[in-house]
């Protein structure tokens, strides 16, 4: 360990169990320790033995982050959940503009400006490090480009490699036309803060809901698209779109069944919503689409929740889900449900529009 941390405790606690303790606090919390001591102020949030434990950690304690406003016009606040039902607040004043979340992944956030469209950041909405893309080109916007407002939006990021990649993708679309099957894709490397663009023959339509579940695994992008037939996906350091079809259960209902994407212990995870039951399905191998059950929920105790109840986080323990006005918590081992958070703010509503799957970080992607 490094000499910072062997006089972490004074040998008033093994310095290893001073780094369990630390690893584990709310980030809010960690970041208040740095005043305690010098000793303290130094390794958090740097130190490597603090940072790869505590992501190991996050990965088994899902949060999920509520977007507030308290006007139309004012900058949005976050309300972090825990599984515990623990609250706290935090902001993305420190971006300096009013920006709408598009993006969530591992412990990072992508938000577009509302008032400067296409003009994109990513950020740590913790540690406030933060960083604003260069615009994908130099003349103004406007409806010929998907950048202008992005029908995809995806942020791809390792907590254990430096760098991430954005990917804005949309439909070519002309003055007094509907979108051409040209689907125009713009990426963005952190590693060598530029932009490439390529154009794919594709086209589909996706929900408000399917465009805001992107979810990063595998290497890859993915979003629902509004059939629920299949999955679409993009490898972003290879510039290659695919398609993955749905578990053959979801195929098979026509109607009377909602599905959302969502990911679980690192796989992609698939979610069926139906009056009386939730089930989930894992993507076990990407060769040839096979998908596994892993649960089906009875959701006789929620019952006056379903029809607006949506699937926002999962992990091993829990699944998150969102309704018009509360945040539901299924623990999965108990078989219990519990309400963890209900909005105050009426601007908040629906939760499921402005909730997101989160998972805290110490990791730097400068």
């Known amino acids: 360990m490094s000499s910072s941390i062997e006089t972490l405790t004074n040998g008033f606690l093994p310095d290893d169990l001073t780094l369990q303790i630390l690893a584990r606090?709310?980030?809010?919390?960690?970041?208040?320790?740095?005043?305690?001591?010098?000793?303290w102020n130094r390794i958090i949030p740097s130190d490597p033995h603090l940072?790869?434990?505590?992501?190991?950690?996050?990965?088994?304690?899902?949060?999920?982050l509520v977007e507030t406003l308290q006007t139309p016009q004012s900058r949005p606040n976050l309300i972090s959940i825990d599984r515990r039902g623990s609250v706290s607040e935090s902001s993305l004043a420190f971006l300096n503009d009013r920006v709408k979340v598009r993006a969530s992944c591992n412990g990072l956030?992508?938000?577009?400006?509302?008032?400067?469209?296409?003009?994109?950041?990513?950020?740590?909405?913790?540690?406030?490090?933060?960083?604003?893309?260069?615009?994908?080109?130099?003349?103004?916007?406007?409806?010929?480009?998907?950048?202008?407002?992005?029908?995809?939006?995806?942020?791809?990021?390792?907590?254990?490699?430096?760098?991430?990649?954005?990917?804005?993708?949309?439909?070519?679309?002309?003055?007094?036309w509907r979108p051409f099957d040209r689907?125009?894709?713009?990426?963005?490397?952190?590693?060598?803060?530029?932009?490439?663009?390529?154009?794919?023959?594709?086209?589909?339509?996706?929900?408000?809901?399917?465009?805001?579940?992107?979810?990063?695994v595998n290497g890859r992008l993915h979003w629902l698209t509004m059939s629920?037939?299949?999955?679409?996906?993009?490898?972003?350091?290879?510039?290659?779109?695919?398609?993955?079809?749905?578990?053959?259960?979801?195929?098979?209902?026509?109607?009377?069944?909602?599905?959302?994407?969502?990911?679980?212990?690192?796989?992609?995870?698939?979610?069926?919503?139906?009056?009386?039951?939730?089930?989930?399905?894992?993507l076990e191998d990407y060769g040839i689409e096979e998908w596994r059950v892993v649960e089906r929920v009875n959701l006789r105790c929620i019952k006056g929740f379903v029809p607006n109840a949506f699937p926002i986080g999962m992990?091993?323990?829990?699944?998150?889900?969102?309704t018009r006005r509360t945040v539901l918590m299924y623990e999965r081992k108990s078989k219990v449900w519990k309400e963890v958070y209900s909005g105050r703010d009426e601007l908040t509503y629906p939760l499921w529009f402005s909730a997101y799957a989160f998972k805290s970080t110490l990791s730097s992607f400068g």
């Open 109 to 176: 956030l992508c938000c577009a400006s509302v008032p400067n469209r296409g003009l994109y950041y990513v950020c740590n909405p913790f540690t406030g490090e933060s960083k604003a893309l260069p615009r994908t080109r130099e003349r103004p916007v406007s409806r010929y480009h998907p950048d202008y407002e992005a029908t995809l939006v995806g942020l791809a990021f390792d907590p254990s490699k430096r760098g991430f990649t954005v990917a804005l993708a949309g439909f070519y679309r002309p003055f007094g």
């Open 25 to 39: 606090l709310p980030l809010k919390t960690l970041f208040r320790c740095k005043t305690i001591c010098k000793s």
């Open 315 to 322: 992990s091993s323990g829990v699944v998150f889900l969102a």
């Open 51 to 64: 940072v790869n434990l505590h992501n190991q950690i996050s990965l088994d304690n899902p949060l999920v």
């Open 228 to 282: 629920c037939s299949y999955v679409l996906t993009l490898d972003p350091t290879e510039g290659l779109w695919r398609k993955v079809s749905a578990p053959v259960e979801i195929l098979a209902e026509k109607f009377g069944a909602r599905v959302y994407l969502l990911e679980m212990e690192g796989k992609l995870s698939v979610v069926q919503m139906t009056e009386a039951t939730m089930n989930v399905w894992v």
């Open 183 to 216: 689907l125009v894709c713009s990426v963005f490397d952190s590693e060598t803060n530029s932009w490439r663009k390529f154009v794919s023959s594709h086209y589909d339509e996706f929900t408000h809901m399917n465009r805001n579940q992107v979810v990063f």
